[in-house]
């Protein structure tokens, strides 16, 4: 029994292929939109590349890329075919590319919900990301002279002025370990001998933070040296007192801008899953409204569409043993191939 079997007047075809028409440039729209989102996203994550430990996320405008090319090209697809299917000139040529059609139009809302799911589970993997690149960040700062870390400094402090943040957690990530190169440290002086002394890795760590993390917006001058130390300062009490530094980590921001990021890419793809799905169903209505239609002269007569020519586990049954079959052959044409072959 047919699923979902409707009469189909002219009239209520002729809407139909109007509304598939229009149905096809708004998911052209929609898959343009959402491949412009996958590039964006693609390029913010390459600007951080840098800051980040591996290339996971990139998954996920990979996706959303895909989803809107070939979005937007079965949108196009799909309105030429809408605007021939009352015209049996033109009409029949596309009966071959139908069953392609469909096929990559399933493909494409599969893609859609792929889209969808790594938009939302992809959080706690790029939160490790931004944690291990960010505390690598930190931690190569000072080797400005070293081939491949060379550029570690100059990322950090755009990025930290960029977002308005400092550190990986919080600003005293700065304070566990030496940013300041040995080459700008005067080893004669006792402070950074008592220093270097005072720690078990020989290392010279301060309670200080890169110029880069300092608020512009504070009326005081910037305390990034001896932070902690409220006798270094005139009227400062580090306890008490609103730091001129920012005090967010930087991990914190970039998760949050990179979720919304994410979360716009993920309504994108909703939507088109969700104009895709209609596309799909309108156009599987029209197909089948007009198979039945060889003429010119029939073409104003009534006909009947459905959704699938059988129920939907007939339907899927037929569509298994039809794989299984095809196997066969396949496996007996393996066979006979090998047989000729030793003979």
Not at 288 to 304: L, Q
Request: net charge positive.
């Amino acid at each position: 029994m047919a699923l979902f079997k409707t009469k189909f007047t002219f009239q209520k075809r002729v809407k139909l292929a109007q509304t598939l028409w229009l149905l096809s440039w708004v998911s052209v729209l929609i898959g343009c939109v959402s491949f412009g989102l996958g590039i964006f996203l693609k390029v913010q994550l390459w600007i951080h590349n840098e800051v980040m430990d591996n290339a996971v996320a990139h998954a996920v405008p990979n996706t959303v890329l895909t989803a809107g090319l070939v979005g937007a090209i079965l949108g196009l697809m799909t309105g030429k075919m809408s605007q021939d299917s009352l015209d049996m000139a033109k009409y029949p040529r596309w009966k071959t590319f139908l069953l392609p059609y469909f096929f990559i139009s399933i493909l494409s809302c599969l893609l859609c919900l792929a889209a969808l799911f790594l938009s939302i589970v992809m959080r706690g993997s790029l939160e490790e990301s931004l944690k291990i690149g960010l505390r690598n960040g930190i931690r190569f700062y000072k080797d400005t002279d070293i081939p491949g870390r060379c550029y570690q400094k100059r990322t950090m402090d755009k990025l930290q002025m960029d977002f308005q943040c400092c550190g990986n957690n919080h600003y005293k990530d700065w304070f566990e370990v030496q940013w300041i190169s040995n080459r700008y440290l005067d080893f004669s002086s006792k402070d950074v001998k008592d220093r270097i002394k005072s720690n078990v890795d020989g290392r010279y760590l301060t309670d200080g933070v890169p110029f880069s993390c300092c608020n512009p917006n504070s009326p005081r001058p910037c305390i990034q040296t001896q932070i902690a130390n409220n006798s270094a300062h005139y009227s400062y009490s580090y306890q008490s007192d609103e730091l001129n530094i920012w005090v967010k980590g930087c991990r914190e921001v970039l998760l949050s801008y990179y979720t919304g990021i994410m979360a716009t890419n993920g309504a994108a793809v909703t939507l088109y899953f969700l104009i895709q799905g209609s596309v799909l169903v309108s156009m599987r209505f029209l197909q089948t409204s007009m198979d039945k239609i060889t003429s010119a002269e029939d073409v104003g007569t009534d006909s009947e569409g459905f959704l699938l020519e059988k129920g939907l586990g007939e339907t899927i049954n037929s569509g298994l043993e039809k794989t299984r079959a095809l196997f066969k052959l396949s496996s007996s044409a393996e066979a006979g191939g090998g047989e000729a072959t030793s003979r």
